[in-house]
């Protein structure tokens, strides 16, 4: 059973700060990586996904994957009070038929 | 074009019943894959579908069963309701072989049982 680990927060940061939410993971072997945000009573919306060891930057979300540590993160920059929300961390599995999830990070950004 | 569907939003039902949840996938999408998501928690895998078979399944138990049609629709079916049975239960379509990059979810259906 592969584990997903995240801070469940929650985690506060002003309006036009830089959000950092982080993800590690257990399997070494793992090979893709996905950011959801979920906001409450809804579905999970994905981010951005990620494979290779960097960062991958797409608007204001930047993710950084270091596979020798087993550590994903996402950034959020100028974070507005709508990105408050939780953040899922994903680890595909090696079939790529499933996700393994962790228990989300709660972002709240304050105006 | 319309998502991912699936009916109905919410649900309650009493332990000891029966319930059917129904998905219609995202067009184009042939895969659909069903998550459980307790209060708190993060989605957990229940098994997906693929050309009408049962391809992969996570951890629960056969109470759990599914279906996928020829529209590559699908239900999950869930017997003997307990109360741990009540969550937000997901289902996302995907193409195979894209390795859950186009995967989407639905909106949920919300299952109550008392």
């Known amino acids: 059973q592969k584990e997903v680990e995240q801070n469940s927060g929650p985690l506060s940061v002003p309006e036009g700060a830089i959000a950092s939410l982080n993800c590690t993971y257990s399997d070494r072997g793992s090979q893709s990586f996905f950011w959801y945000r979920q906001y409450s009573g809804k579905s999970p919306e994905l981010i951005m996904f990620?494979?290779?060891?960097g960062d991958k930057e797409d608007g204001r979300f930047t993710a950084q994957l270091n596979k020798a540590s087993q550590y994903v993160s996402l950034l959020i920059r100028d974070s507005q009070p709508s990105d408050s929300a939780t953040y899922l961390c994903a680890v595909n599995s090696d079939t790529g038929n499933q996700f393994y999830f962790g228990t989300g990070t709660s972002l709240t950004v304050i105006p | 074009d319309a998502g991912v569907t699936q009916s109905p939003t919410h649900l309650i039902k009493t332990r000891g019943q029966q319930v059917t949840l129904r998905c219609s996938p995202k067009?184009?999408?042939?895969?659909v894959s069903w998550y459980q998501q307790a209060l708190g928690q993060g989605p957990q895998f229940i098994f997906q579908y693929y050309e009408e078979e049962e391809r992969q399944r996570g951890n629960f138990p056969d109470r759990f069963s599914g279906h996928q049609f020829p529209n590559y629709s699908s239900e999950l079916n869930v017997n003997a309701l307990l109360l741990g049975d009540s969550a937000l239960y997901l289902c996302?379509?995907?193409?195979?072989?894209?390795?859950?990059?186009?995967?989407?979810f639905g909106q949920g259906t919300r299952l109550t049982v008392v």
């Open positions: 996302a379509s995907s193409l195979a072989g894209s390795g859950n990059t186009e995967a989407f």
């Open positions: 990620i494979y290779s060891n």
């Open positions: 067009s184009g999408h042939d895969t």
